[in-house]
């Protein structure tokens, strides 16, 4: 583990860097409070340190209170070394945002032991923050395909739709549907349907760029937020996406599968001021228009002209 | 805590250093070299009857004599950073005379001490 010392006095400093090494630390020191912040606060920065109370620059305490300033990043163990005993002295640096403190000159055993005391700290706030951060992914992800729920892919197209409004960009939402999917689950199982549910969303984020949208909206309905787009060439995207499924067969447990969709486009030159919900009802009426029609094609909603699907290169 | 009666502790420092000749050695030359500037610094303070610098620079003494395990000196050290807080300095001189004299002492003993744990 990084540790942080910061001791303006070179002797202090050298004894303690050995007394680290020896115990398994990496050890960076410092000759002043200055540092110490900058070493502190930089990313992926030591979250263990040892600090001097007197230091030049930035004493320990000032870099107590920069550091408890950082909101945003993993919270740092803080020890303060000090020849102070008065217990006024101690308030004050546990006040500041230290954790402990040691007075000098510091026993090794003591010392080695505190720091433990630390890391077990440390590795306590790893494991909430990873729960934590697993608890958000499930609240916000499909637990099958790993994409956006539907719920918060239809927040960010309402954020989608507000900035393209103040922006004037162009916008476009896809609503994805796979074609005879319930024949898949009745004729070779769930599990094999779970298989082409997990290849569909791989590959419908392989065939977006890294800052458009996908979402489940649905059983085997996937919705798309295509930012920044170009409007004459959207149509083009969507059959692009249309032609990576129905010409390359997925493989499954049950064998190679030839899995087609339908997609209904609607795009922000044609939804005027419309909320998120009625685009929706929009798109996936365009959707049910290219499902009726034998499915594995892209209907536009609300085409102010209307466009006729260019056919594309072989190949 | 190094006792306060002796020059210096042996065991102390050599615990600290985990019976490394070539740490002790290290520290020694930075001792030596820092000592005589804080000395010196003292010395300048107390002819200046500037009691914030006697006790800026007290205190940075008491913390080098500590970490090499000198309780009598380091004791000194504290007495003129004691001094220089509380601003009344009046003996200042003769306790920084003491301090000079413990700390001349000090340094063959630190020799002795490396000597003991020479590979």
New interface residues.
């Given amino acids: 583990m990084n540790i942080l010392v910061a001791d303006d006095?070179?002797?202090?400093r050298?004894?303690l860097e050995?007394?680290l090494s020896?115990a398994g630390y990496q050890v960076t020191a410092v000759r002043n409070g200055l540092l110490a912040a900058e070493q502190l606060c930089r990313l992926g920065g030591p979250r263990l340190a040892l600090l001097d109370w007197?230091m030049p620059e930035m004493d320990g305490l000032g870099v107590c209170r920069k550091i408890r300033q950082q909101q945003d990043q993993n919270y740092v163990y803080i020890v303060l070394l000090t020849?102070k005993e008065a217990k006024s002295d101690i308030v004050a640096g546990l006040g500041a945002g230290a954790d402990d403190y040691l007075t000098?000159?510091f026993d090794?055993e003591e010392l080695k032991a505190r720091l433990r005391a630390g890391q077990r700290i440390l590795d306590l706030e790893d494991r909430l923050v990873e729960a934590r951060e697993e608890m958000r992914f499930k609240a916000t992800h499909d637990a099958l395909t790993g994409l956006y729920n539907r719920g918060v892919i239809m927040d960010m197209l309402r954020r989608e739709i507000s900035r393209g409004r103040r922006e004037r960009s162009s916008t476009a939402i896809l609503l994805c549907d796979l074609d005879r999917f319930k024949g898949v689950n009745d004729t070779h199982g769930h599990l094999t349907g779970d298989e082409v549910l997990r290849e569909t969303a791989r590959r419908l984020l392989g065939s977006v760029r890294s800052y458009d949208l996908v979402g489940r909206y649905g059983g085997e309905e996937f919705l798309l937020i295509l930012n920044n787009c170009d409007p004459a060439s959207v149509l083009n995207r969507a059959e692009e996406i249309r032609k990576s499924f129905a010409e390359d067969p997925m493989e499954t447990t049950a064998g190679p599968m030839k899995v087609t969709l339908s997609l209904g486009l609607l795009r922000s030159i044609d939804w005027e001021d419309r909320a998120a919900e009625a685009l929706i009802r929009e798109v996936d009426g365009a959707l049910y228009a290219a499902k009726a029609a034998g499915g594995n094609c892209t209907k536009m909603a609300n085409p102010r002209v209307s466009v006729a699907v260019p056919a594309l290169p072989q190949g | 805590?190094?006792s306060l009666e002796n020059i210096l502790d042996p065991s102390e420092l050599l615990?600290?250093?985990?019976n490394?000749y070539e740490?002790l050695a290290?520290?020694l030359d930075?001792?030596k070299r820092?000592l005589l500037d804080h000395m010196q610094c003292l010395g300048m303070a107390v002819a200046n009857a500037d009691a914030a610098s006697i006790a800026r620079a007290g205190?940075?003494l008491?913390?080098?004599l500590?970490?090499?395990?000198a309780g009598r000196a380091a004791a000194t050290a504290a007495q003129m950073e004691g001094m220089g807080r509380s601003g009344d300095i009046s003996g200042a001189q003769a306790i920084f005379a003491r301090l000079q004299k413990e700390t001349k002492e000090l340094t063959p003993e630190l020799e002795k001490c490396l000597a003991q744990v020479h590979p």
């Avoid at chain 1, 006095?9 to 202090?12: A, I, K, M, P, R």
């Fill in positions: 006095d070179l002797l202090s050298r004894l050995n007394v020896r007197d020849a000098k000159p090794p | 805590m190094p615990i600290r250093v985990d490394d740490l290290e520290l930075i001792f820092d205190h940075t008491k913390g080098m500590l970490n090499m395990a």
